[in-house]
């Protein structure tokens, strides 16, 4: 039908019958008579005989309406004429119909006339009228009309008209009559179905309704099996839509009562339905940050990367397979990472809203490509360099990434780009740390926690390896512009740069480059560069402030008295003095475990972790307070308080003036800040594969004792960890309802500060959930761990 319907919206293929044409047909032979009396049809029946019953020619009763009806779809009808027509009375209407077929034949389809819906062409059915009663038309005029009508039937061409076109519109008449009901049965239906109803069930009571059609019972056997056919796959298509109603039906009743199921709970705890609801609004805008996160990384390889390398085929290359490879590093494996990641979330938004559980268990499957950060972070400064560096000397490439900007009407360009994976992770760990607070319980919570976990410490890897390749890429620099017989090793992740300044010494000008552990001394040369003189540690390098432009510097070898600008000195005196104090005390934080224990001997745990936790215990409700070692304390208490502990003897420290955060907080760091973790590199690798092979199960015998082997590893440090674990098992958790510290909470703040590898990569910030679940685990079974 809509195939039909297609080629009616277009134009319209009648099918017209060849001159000669072979088969049965209809004989009509008119009986003589006077010409005073009215015409009378004789009809010889030629129909054949099937199956033992004489088939008969369909005759058909059409009344005025469906005539009128009729009337408006045939193609050029004289409506005055055919109206008249079918209002006089007529004694027989017979219709040649043993040919009809829906189907035409290979010779009617050779023989085909094509004709425009609405061309105001004379159709051939015009040029069929029915008998007229010719008492009505007298004389001459009943006389010409009664021998026109024998020619029109006997198929005689008139004058001035085609013999071979009158033959055609002879044999065609009455196909063309239902050819013509037929396409306006199916425009009825088709109008149908855009009507508000929309039930094709409706077709045949319209048509009834409108149209008073009557058939007589005499058919031929193709006529009924065209008819039967009709009819059943008139009953199948309604079938169908019956069958299609009800399941739409029955899916609408299914997903509102699901809804209604799984809002209802919300609906009656009102501090549910705010948690969920926040729950689930931070959900959304953690998926609207993916989205537009891989529609950034799309743009970067569908505008740059893929236009680069088909121009490097092409042999009109704007950038080297190697300088291709510096700019983009992996970013293609970093796009389909997040792109498998945000179609998981949005098929948990689409199956489970407002609950949206398992995005904790999305985001732990999809880890494995983050591991792809690595590589892309090591590579970054140099990605930026390098597109600094061709923006500058390769016309041909700022060219290209000029037209590509004007092309696409984004301002934003390709080094602006580049950076959109360096933050994205921030701001993953903004929406999910945000969740946190909002968490279900069991086992979601867990999954989420450690999705958190995996996200945060990418993000401070991320961070770390930035601020890293930077500074190196700064030391780097200078490491090229220093002119001397033997390669110096400048670089290394620990150094940083603090200033860089030329002074007058004695009369002759000197290069004084400051790092954060040693110094440079060098003479200027030509092109920005400098040789040699000296470079020491800062552990043998004195340091005294004459005024604001002066100061002393004495190595080992030389007496530097320093001139320079305000400005310059600016730099430089400050570090060198708080540098010059620090040293003259015995540190405690940022140094190794073995040290600060052999200073303080016989105490087998520090006095740092001791006096922290004592004046933890004597504030009023001290373990019990809300987010107690998760809320960070003040940047300037913390800072006073590391200095406290690195230049004052532990009898005169003074504690009370400083809020517990800030307590709490100078005591992760010194953790954080020890040279080797409390639970040392051995330990770590030895636990991490103790819970990658435990997982979620509960503890055997077996297993606790391979735990208690592996805490006995940790030698002299293993009192402190006790002390510690004892404090927080007996004295913080005790109060989680209202601290809100449970062991998993505990795990995610003393996870990182007291176990990392030896080498931190990408795939080891990806093992955090097991660090975590170790430290949780030793918590949980402290009693058995520590049985003394």
């Given at each position: 039908?809509?195939?039909?319907?297609?080629?009616?919206?277009?134009?319209?293929?009648?099918?017209?019958?060849?001159?000669?044409?072979?088969?049965?047909?209809?004989?009509?032979?008119?009986?003589?008579?006077?010409?005073?009396?009215?015409?009378?049809?004789?009809?010889?029946?030629?129909?054949?005989?099937?199956?033992?019953?004489?088939?008969?020619?369909?005759?058909?009763?059409?009344?005025?309406?469906?005539?009128?009806?009729?009337?408006?779809?045939?193609?050029?009808?004289?409506?005055?004429?055919?109206?008249?027509?079918?209002?006089?009375?007529?004694?027989?209407?017979?219709?040649?119909?043993?040919?009809?077929?829906?189907?035409?034949?290979?010779?009617?389809?050779?023989?085909?006339?094509?004709?425009?819906?609405?061309?105001?062409?004379?159709?051939?059915?015009?040029?069929?009228?029915?008998?007229?009663?010719?008492?009505?038309?007298?004389?001459?005029?009943?006389?010409?009309?009664?021998?026109?009508?024998?020619?029109?039937?006997?198929?005689?061409?008139?004058?001035?008209?085609?013999?071979?076109?009158?033959?055609?519109?002879?044999?065609?008449?009455?196909?063309?009559?239902?050819?013509?009901?037929?396409?306006?049965?199916?425009?009825?239906?088709?109008?149908?179905?855009?009507?508000?109803?929309?039930?094709?069930?409706?077709?045949?009571?319209?048509?009834?309704?409108?149209?008073?059609?009557?058939?007589?019972?005499?058919?031929?056997?193709?006529?009924?099996?065209?008819?039967?056919?009709?009819?059943?796959?008139?009953?199948?298509?309604?079938?169908?839509?019956?069958?299609?109603?009800?399941?739409?039906?029955?899916?609408?009743?299914?997903?509102?009562?699901?809804?209604?199921?799984?809002?209802?709970?919300?609906?009656?705890?009102?501090?549910?339905?705010?948690?969920?609801?926040?729950?689930?609004?931070?959900?959304?805008?953690?998926?609207?940050?993916?989205k537009t996160y891989c529609k950034a990384l799309g743009a970067v390889i569908d505008r740059y990367l893929l236009p680069a390398r088909q121009r490097l085929m092409l042999g009109k290359e704007v950038l080297k397979i190697e300088e291709i490879s510096y700019v983009f590093?992996?970013?293609?494996?970093?796009?389909?990472?997040?792109?498998?990641?945000?179609?998981?979330?949005?098929?948990?938004?689409?199956?489970?809203?407002?609950?949206?559980?398992?995005?904790?268990?999305?985001?732990?499957?999809?880890?494995?490509?983050?591991?792809?950060?690595?590589?892309?972070?090591?590579?970054?400064?140099?990605?930026?360099?390098?597109?600094?560096?061709?923006?500058?000397?390769?016309?041909?490439?700022?060219?290209?990434?000029?037209?590509?900007?004007?092309?696409?009407?984004?301002?934003?360009?390709?080094?602006?780009?580049?950076?959109?994976?360096?933050?994205?992770?921030?701001?993953?760990?903004?929406?999910?740390?945000?969740?946190?607070?909002?968490?279900?319980?069991?086992?979601?919570?867990?999954?989420?926690?450690?999705?958190?976990?995996?996200?945060?410490?990418?993000?401070?890897?991320?961070?770390?390896?930035?601020?890293?390749?930077?500074?190196?890429?700064?030391?780097?620099?200078?490491?090229?512009?220093?002119?001397?017989?033997?390669?110096?090793?400048i670089v290394k992740d620990e150094r940083k740069l603090i200033a860089e300044s030329t002074f007058s010494v004695g009369g002759h000008k000197r290069t004084f480059i400051l790092f954060s552990d040693s110094l440079f001394v060098g003479k200027p040369s030509k092109n920005?560069?400098?040789?040699?003189?000296?470079?020491?540690?800062?552990?043998?390098?004195?340091?005294?402030?004459?005024?604001?432009?002066?100061?002393?510097?004495?190595?080992?070898?030389?007496?530097?008295?320093?001139?320079?600008?305000?400005?310059?000195?600016?730099?430089?005196?400050?570090?060198?003095?708080?540098?010059?104090?620090?040293?003259?005390?015995?540190?405690?934080?940022?140094?190794?475990?073995?040290?600060?224990?052999?200073?303080?001997?016989?105490?087998?745990?520090?006095?740092?972790?001791?006096?922290?936790?004592?004046?933890?215990?004597?504030?009023?409700?001290?373990?019990?307070?809300?987010?107690?070692?998760?809320?960070?304390?003040?940047?300037?208490?913390?800072?006073?308080?590391?200095?406290?502990?690195?230049?004052?003897?532990?009898?005169?420290?003074?504690?009370?003036?400083?809020?517990?955060?800030?307590?709490?907080?100078?005591?992760?760091?010194?953790?954080?800040?020890?040279?080797?973790?409390?639970?040392?590199?051995?330990?770590?690798?030895?636990?991490?594969?103790?819970?990658?092979?435990?997982?979620?199960?509960?503890?055997?015998?077996?297993?606790?004792?391979?735990?208690?082997?592996?805490?006995?590893?940790?030698?002299?440090?293993?009192?402190?960890?006790?002390?510690?674990?004892?404090?927080?098992?007996?004295?913080?958790?005790?109060?989680s309802a209202v601290n809100k510290m449970t062991p998993s909470n505990l795990a995610i703040v003393f996870g990182p500060t007291l176990m990392r590898p030896e080498v931190e990569t990408m795939d080891t910030t990806l093992n955090s959930p097991l660090v975590n679940h170790?430290?949780?685990?030793?918590?949980?079974?402290?009693?058995?761990?520590?049985?003394?």
């Amino acid at each position: 039908f809509l195939q039909v319907y297609e080629g009616m919206s277009k134009q319209v293929t009648l099918p017209v019958p060849p001159p000669r044409r072979p088969g049965p047909r209809l004989a009509a032979t008119l009986s003589p008579n006077t010409k005073s009396s009215p015409p009378e049809v004789e009809v010889r029946d030629r129909s054949r005989t099937v199956g033992g019953a004489k088939q008969r020619p369909l005759s058909t009763g059409l009344n005025r309406d469906f005539m009128a009806s009729l009337d408006q779809k045939l193609v050029g009808t004289d409506r005055k004429r055919l109206s008249r027509q079918a209002s006089e009375k007529q004694s027989v209407k017979s219709y040649d119909t043993s040919e009809l077929n829906l189907s035409p034949s290979p010779a009617v389809k050779k023989h085909r006339r094509t004709v425009s819906v609405g061309a105001k062409e004379k159709s051939s059915v015009n040029d069929i009228s029915p008998p007229i009663d010719s008492t009505k038309r007298k004389g001459k005029e009943g006389g010409k009309l009664k021998t026109k009508f024998i020619d029109k039937l006997k198929g005689r061409p008139e004058a001035n008209e085609d013999p071979v076109e009158k033959t055609a519109v002879k044999r065609s008449g009455v196909a063309m009559v239902k050819d013509e009901f037929a396409k306006f049965l199916l425009g009825s239906s088709l109008q149908l179905m855009g009507l508000p109803l929309k039930d094709i069930s409706e077709i045949h009571k319209h048509i009834t309704q409108n149209y008073e059609i009557n058939f007589d019972s005499r058919f031929t056997a193709q006529d009924e099996r065209i008819v039967s056919k009709i009819q059943q796959k008139i009953d199948d298509f309604t079938g169908k839509q019956g069958y299609h109603s009800a399941a739409t039906k029955i899916q609408s009743l299914f997903r509102a009562w699901r809804v209604k199921k799984q809002i209802l709970p919300l609906l009656q705890d009102k501090d549910e339905y705010v948690r969920a609801q926040t729950y689930a609004r931070q959900f959304r805008q953690l998926i609207e940050h993916e989205k537009t996160y891989c529609k950034a990384l799309g743009a970067v390889i569908d505008r740059y990367l893929l236009p680069a390398r088909q121009r490097l085929m092409l042999g009109k290359e704007v950038l080297k397979i190697e300088e291709i490879s510096y700019v983009f590093s992996n970013i293609e494996v970093i796009l389909e990472a997040h792109q498998n990641l945000l179609k998981k979330l949005k098929h948990i938004a689409e199956t489970d809203w407002p609950h949206v559980r398992g995005v904790g268990k999305a985001i732990l499957d999809s880890r494995k490509g983050f591991s792809a950060y690595g590589v892309y972070v090591g590579n970054f400064v140099n990605s930026q360099d390098t597109v600094t560096r061709l923006s500058e000397k390769n016309g041909r490439f700022s060219i290209w990434l000029q037209e590509v900007e004007a092309k696409h009407g984004d301002s934003r360009g390709l080094q602006f780009l580049l950076g959109e994976p360096i933050h994205h992770i921030t701001k993953m760990e903004g929406c999910l740390g945000a969740m946190v607070g909002y968490l279900p319980t069991g086992r979601e919570e867990r999954e989420v926690v450690d999705a958190y976990t995996v996200i945060y410490e990418t993000d401070k890897f991320v961070k770390d390896m930035t601020t890293k390749s930077e500074n190196n890429a700064i030391l780097m620099n200078i490491q090229r512009r220093i002119i001397h017989d033997k390669p110096l090793d400048i670089v290394k992740d620990e150094r940083k740069l603090i200033a860089e300044s030329t002074f007058s010494v004695g009369g002759h000008k000197r290069t004084f480059i400051l790092f954060s552990d040693s110094l440079f001394v060098g003479k200027p040369s030509k092109n920005n560069q400098f040789r040699y003189k000296e470079f020491r540690s800062l552990e043998v390098v004195q340091f005294e402030a004459v005024s604001e432009t002066n100061f002393i510097l004495k190595t080992p070898t030389n007496v530097y008295k320093v001139s320079g600008s305000k400005e310059d000195c600016a730099q430089w005196i400050p570090f060198m003095t708080e540098y010059e104090e620090s040293n003259k005390w015995n540190r405690n934080i940022g140094v190794h475990m073995s040290t600060i224990l052999k200073r303080e001997k016989p105490a087998k745990v520090p006095s740092i972790v001791v006096q922290c936790i004592d004046r933890i215990r004597q504030i009023p409700n001290g373990t019990a307070t809300e987010g107690l070692f998760r809320i960070s304390g003040e940047h300037n208490q913390i800072a006073a308080l590391q200095k406290i502990f690195d230049q004052v003897p532990p009898d005169a420290r003074d504690l009370t003036n400083y809020s517990i955060h800030a307590i709490a907080g100078v005591l992760k760091l010194f953790f954080r800040e020890l040279q080797e973790p409390l639970m040392t590199f051995p330990v770590y690798d030895k636990l991490v594969q103790l819970e990658r092979e435990v997982g979620n199960r509960d503890l055997t015998p077996e297993q606790i004792e391979e735990y208690k082997q592996a805490i006995q590893m940790l030698g002299p440090n293993k009192p402190t960890l006790e002390y510690l674990m004892k404090f927080l098992v007996t004295e913080v958790c005790t109060h989680s309802a209202v601290n809100k510290m449970t062991p998993s909470n505990l795990a995610i703040v003393f996870g990182p500060t007291l176990m990392r590898p030896e080498v931190e990569t990408m795939d080891t910030t990806l093992n955090s959930p097991l660090v975590n679940h170790g430290i949780e685990r030793i918590i949980e079974h402290y009693n058995d761990f520590f049985p003394s």
